[in-house]
């Protein structure tokens, strides 16, 4: 009876067996029959985190991180996020908009808790900033906005705990004016109970606005300027970023924007001018591990040029070789790329 190659196709689907090292599982399936026999290249594949993720759903790999494959230098840093389409969510499953901030918040907490261990197993993200309430966001009804100020309170209360065992940092930036009081005494104790934590620093940008913080920033330059404190001419780009809420933290490296919207809503306008963008489709309460893990993904393919030209994508050893043959040949226009 012939038997099969051990190079053909062999359709075996394996359960994903417990894994104590690297290859330890190959053991797990012995070859003596050739028509049964898998190379190990193949079950590797088979057991590999994406495969494994295709073919049963739910599953999570309990030792390689997903992303793991993603060179350190192409994590992003600092992820900010515009969280929105929770108002849609609730009307299309015609129910009130507060339920869908609801919802929001249970995503904000799967967001906040996978990036902390992403922070922890491959270094990044170090600071994730999330557009929880504008200044804008006032103009809501007084019910919703009643709601949304209790949920922060409920929010920063019930977290805590989880932000301690997570070794989460908690910040916040925004103007503190109009916040009610028990807002601010949670925020307080928030910040006191995690400032010496040193994972990842999770930012709420509350009652915030880019516009407003970009004001604040020039007033206070201007108030050195007018004490003598500081010469008109010895303000830099870093002296405005200096005195912007987000003083000391690094720019965004990856802005993400749900619900597909293709607007920046006065969101940290000064620090994203060289973000690279992520607008998902979904609505942040269906936002989850995967679509972070997708922008994540989509982020380190990008080619981050800030301007100059690109030096990643160079000439292969056959082209090295090719010359110009007259070298009085001048490029015409049409010949011309910007190299933005």
Known sequence: MPTTPATAKVHIILP???LHNKYSHLSKYPSASPRLRVSASLRLRLNSPDFLHATHPGYTHPSVNP????????????????MD????????RGRERIEGHRAGADTVRTVVTVSARLRKEIGGPVFLTLYSFSTENWKRPVM???????MYID?????????????IQFRQIGRLDNLPDPVLEE??????????????????????????EITDAVQAIAAKVAKKQLRPDQITEKTISDHLYTARMPDPDLLIRTAGEMRISNYLLWQ??????FVSPVLWPDFNEAELHSAIRSFSTRNRRFGALDHTNTLS?????????NKNVRPTNKDVRPTK
């Not at 992303?67 to 515009?82: Q, T």
């Open 67 to 82: 992303l793991s494959d993603i060179p350190k230098e192409r994590i992003p840093r600092h992820i900010a996020i515009i």
């Open 317 to 325: 050893i056959a082209d090295k070789n090719v010359r110009p043959t």
């Open 187 to 212: 925020m307080q104790a928030t910040l006191e109970e995690t400032k010496n934590n040193t994972g990842l620093t999770l930012v709420l940008a509350l009652n915030y606005s880019s516009r407003a």
């Open 272 to 277: 994203i001018s060289y973000a690279e963008l």
């Open 144 to 150: 919703e906005v009643s709601f949304l100020m209790q």
């Open 16 to 18: 994903p067996p417990p």
């Open 155 to 167: 929010y920063l209360r019930q977290e805590r705990p989880t932000m301690m065992k997570n070794n």
């Open 85 to 92: 389409g929770n108002g849609r969510w609730a009307v299309k």
